[in-house]
């Protein structure tokens, strides 16, 4: 959530009438929208409301600009937990294991950063950088070897800076049968320092942080000192330009999946606006939208726990939620029941658990 900015407010009736051709009402307009009170529209308000409305009669603006700035003018309301990786979906890796489990760890996530830690998530001590670590292995792996005479005499000639290649007697070579990676990461020296945040952090202070740091990874952490997740500077810039993918990201699979008659097969990750528009119904009351964004958020507010895995969940609407996957700290699959859909809009909260 944005800070509001500290105000200089110009109470004189007087003076704002005279920029104003309705006179003091002039001055109570200005004074009710720097004090955010009910009726008064902010501009970043008013920014996006023309965004919107004027989409299909102005043409200034394609429709990937106007996505860009609607979702700019949406990360200044972000927080670091709005944003964050949750503790449950970090890869990590203990500092105590192998150079040999930390290289395949980075094949296998596929990312440039793994966070380090102590026993516990609780306890993370920095990160590695895959470029660091390549150039370690590299440096440990490389051998200076003698040039045989031929080789030398070959580069006799002097070369067009001036140099003598003969002078030139030695030449590297790699051998990565040189390179322990049974002995501790630690050997490497190779963590760097990462940043430790709040989760009501705004968004866009911690960008800017990062930017002045040089400093690309966060560790989000509760007012107890355990780790509530993880923040990246990608997961910041793409809540503003959306996802960014690379040659080695795998296409996503689609969240919803399946056939309607027999059961929608879906990710407890996949948002609840994404179902609610795909079968046009509504899941959450207006006071339930800040606080769940995912299926998996909704079927553990249903019932007030991680369900088990075959358990049957029944929502108000109709819909009935069985778990195809979970573990003792969060679903991971679900499938959606929809054939006893009631009604389009939900009234109240009714759970059935089998």
Request: aromatic share 4%.
């Amino acid at each position: 959530m944005s800070q509001t900015p500290e105000m200089s407010i110009d109470v004189d009736p007087s003076r704002s009438s005279q920029h104003s051709g309705n006179g003091g009402h002039g001055w109570l307009a200005s004074l009710k929208a720097r004090l955010r009170l009910p009726g008064a529209q902010t501009l970043r308000d008013a920014l996006e409301d023309a965004l919107k409305t004027e989409a299909k009669t102005d043409d200034t603006f394609s429709a990937e600009e106007r996505s860009m700035m609607l979702r700019l003018l949406k990360f200044g309301r972000l927080r670091v937990e709005d944003v964050m990786v949750p503790r449950a979906d970090i890869i990590a890796v203990d500092e105590t294991e192998t150079l040999a489990t930390l290289l395949a760890t980075f094949e296998e996530a596929g990312v440039s950063r793994i966070p380090l830690y102590n026993e516990t998530l609780d306890d993370l001590r920095g990160m590695v950088h895959i470029k660091d670590l390549m150039s370690w292995l590299l440096r440990e792996a490389t051998v200076e070897s003698e040039e045989d005479e031929a080789e030398a005499g070959e580069e006799s000639e002097p070369r067009a800076n001036g140099q003598n290649g003969s002078a030139a007697r030695k030449r590297r070579k790699l051998d990565l049968s040189r390179v322990d990676l049974s002995r501790p990461l630690s050997v490497a020296k190779i963590r760097r320092p990462v940043l430790y945040v709040p989760p009501s952090m705004p968004a866009m202070n911690l960008l800017l942080r990062m930017q002045t740091t040089r400093i690309h990874m966060a560790f989000v952490i509760d007012e107890y000192g355990g780790t509530d997740g993880l923040v990246t500077i990608e997961d910041l810039v793409e809540q503003i330009v959306g996802d960014i993918e690379d040659e080695h990201d795998e296409a996503e699979e689609a969240h919803i999946s399946g056939d309607p008659k027999t059961g929608l097969i879906v990710s407890a990750r996949t948002p609840v606006s994404e179902l609610e528009e795909y079968l046009g119904v509504k899941l959450l009351q207006p006071e339930e939208e800040e606080e769940i964004d995912t299926l998996g958020g909704l079927v553990f507010a249903l019932v007030g726990r991680v369900p088990t895995r075959g358990e049957l969940i029944r929502h108000s609407s109709g819909i009935e939620f069985e778990v195809l996957d979970a573990d003792p700290r969060r679903v991971n699959k679900l499938k959606v029941h929809v054939d006893r859909l009631a009604t389009p809009a939900r009234t109240d909260t009714a759970v059935t658990g089998h």
